[in-house]
């Protein structure tokens, strides 16, 4: 009778351990579905805040999103347009000097030489004084045009970098699980400016989510 009384106490204290190790690996289920809960709000971004990050610091708001594929595009695109800001602004100054050398009839100031090709002693060839007057406006005013544009286009995509922060913190939260699902099936329709008996085949398309 004692040795059963031991055995009894023995599967009593197994039965015991099992049931903490069931419990005590619910709770780290219960604490890993809390986490990744957690994990998933954390992901969704706040287009407030993706706006302000944007404006504040352009790229910012990609990173803030998680897109840090579109850094490069960003940060190029503002390269080039600085690049044409500047040359064009460079370009634009060096011809407006050389048009007002060549108009205020002081012989001292001849920096339009300079935008002439190496070796020239003649404004002949341009159409004279008169002639080269011409061009060098017509220069200008090309050169002013593309750096006004390369500043516009500057803005513009400043703007379209925050746009596009607050677009993509918006979708953050767009439900893209695996129950979203359509289904196309065949059915039946009824004619109601027919005889209610007379049916025809059409097609419904179904969409769940």
Do not use: C, E
Not at 14 to 35: F, N, P, W, Y
């Amino acid at each position: 009778m004692q040795g059963v009384k031991v055995q009894a106490a023995s599967d009593t204290i197994r039965l015991s351990r099992d049931t903490i190790t069931l419990s005590t690996s619910s709770q780290k289920k219960r604490h890993q579905g809390v986490a990744d809960t957690a994990k998933k709000i954390v992901l969704h971004s706040d287009p407030a805040k993706a706006v302000w990050m944007a404006a504040i610091v352009p790229g910012l708001g990609q990173i803030y999103n998680k897109k840090y594929w579109k850094l490069p595009i960003i940060y190029g695109g503002f390269a080039g347009l600085a690049y044409a800001i500047t040359w064009n602004g460079r370009m634009y100054s060096d011809y407006k000097k050389a048009y007002l050398d060549l108009t205020d009839n002081n012989p001292n100031t001849n920096s339009y030489w300079d935008l002439l090709p190496p070796g020239s002693t003649d404004l002949g060839p341009y159409g004279g004084k008169n002639g080269l007057s011409n061009m060098l406006q017509s220069r200008i005013n090309s050169f002013r045009r593309f750096r006004d544009m390369s500043i516009i286009f500057t803005v513009g995509l400043y703007a379209l970098s925050v746009v596009d922060a607050y677009v993509d913190a918006q979708l953050s939260d767009f439900d893209i699980s695996p129950d979203l699902s359509a289904k196309i099936a065949p059915t039946l329709i009824s004619n109601p400016h027919q005889n209610s008996t007379v049916t025809s085949l059409g097609v419904v398309f179904k969409l769940n989510f």
